[in-house]
């Protein structure tokens, strides 16, 4: 038997190499572990070379024949790469701060969040610049209060109304008995405003 230490064998049957109890270098001969007490693998490249990892699968008849690489960019990010079409559709650009996409254990997806609260949970803006399709409730809060309901299932909307019962419900309309109340309230041209008699009437400033 071999002492205790690091192990390389290799298995003639199925050409497997096996390296157990050591760190692996491939172009260095100091790879750097991950964590203290840890065992690591490093692909190192010098100059103008992109270290990467390749994955090929060649010669294939059931399925698609295909390489990806993870690479090093130039400007020092990592990149999910498909060799074959060249494109580089996952990039993490360096210097990327925590948490900038999380996949939490519930299956759940945070941008800028470690603990999303629903299947996808973005902490800060964003934006959407060539449509959103919805389907069911769309919420627009403010802290605890309903800015705007959308229930797509029953074609309602709901503005500062978080149960909108018919096409269009709109809460908190100022009561005004006329135009000219209207404006002394403080209310500017093309503001809503309801009459205050019954049946209440919403009319448009002018």
Known sequence: GQAAGPIITFNDTDNRLIVMGCDVGVGTTSPIPITAGSRALEIYGTGNTYPALAITRASGIAFVNRTWQLTITSSGGFSFRDNN????????????PNNSLYVHS?????????????????????????????????NVVSGANTIMNINTGLGNVGIRHATPTSSL?????LPCANNAAAVASGLTPGAFYRTIADPAVVCVVI
């Open 169 to 173: 419900s709109v809460s908190g309309l």
């Open 106 to 138: 519930t299956g759940r997806i945070g941008v800028k969040t470690s603990s999303p609260s629903t299947s996808l949970e973005v902490f800060g803006n964003a934006t959407i610049a060539s449509g959103l399709t919805v389907s069911g409730i769309v």
């Open 85 to 96: 079409t060249g494109y580089n559709p996952f990039i993490i650009e360096s210097g990327t």
